[in-house]
C-alpha cells in the first residue's frame, strides 16, 4: 500500500497565493501520473493538474493560466502553485499518482478563499 504524504493549503484571500505538496515515500519508478484532484462545495471531484512521466500537462479549464504543476523524478515529489485564487477555489484537493494502474490518494488538504 502506498500513502501519500500531502501538504500545504490553508486559508488565503482572494488573490493569493498558495502552494500544496505531495510525495510518494520511497517510490522511485513505475508512477506513470501525478497530480492533484479538488472536491469544491456542491460539485463532483474535478482535475486540477497532471503531469505525466514524460512531462506532458494537463489543467482543468478553472486553472489553466493560474496553477502550475510541478514534479522531482529523483525524489518523487510534486507541487501545486495557485496564484490568484478565488473563492469558487475553495474546496478539499487531493494529491494523487498512478503507480503501474492503481491508483492512490492522499488524505486531501483545505484551501479555503475568503476575504
Known amino acids: 500500500q502506498l500513502h501519500l504524504r500531502e501538504s500545504g493549503g490553508g486559508v488565503a484571500r482572494p488573490g493569493d497565493s498558495l502552494r500544496l505538496s505531495c510525495e510518494a515515500p520511497m517510490v522511485r519508478y513505475g508512477v506513470a501520473a501525478m497530480g492533484w484532484y479538488r472536491q469544491v462545495p456542491g460539485k463532483q471531484r474535478e482535475l486540477v493538474a497532471t503531469i505525466t512521466f514524460d512531462d506532458v500537462v494537463n489543467y482543468g479549464d478553472f486553472a489553466r493560466g493560474r496553477f502550475t504543476i510541478t514534479r522531482n523524478n529523483d525524489t518523487m515529489d510534486w507541487w501545486l502553485q495557485m496564484n490568484s485564487l478565488q473563492p469558487e477555489d475553495t474546496g478539499v484537493y487531493y494529491c494523487?499518482?498512478?503507480?503501474?494502474?492503481?491508483?492512490?490518494w492522499g488524505q486531501g488538504t483545505q484551501v479555503t478563499v475568503s476575504s
Open positions: 494523487y499518482c498512478d503507480r503501474y494502474g492503481t491508483v492512490y
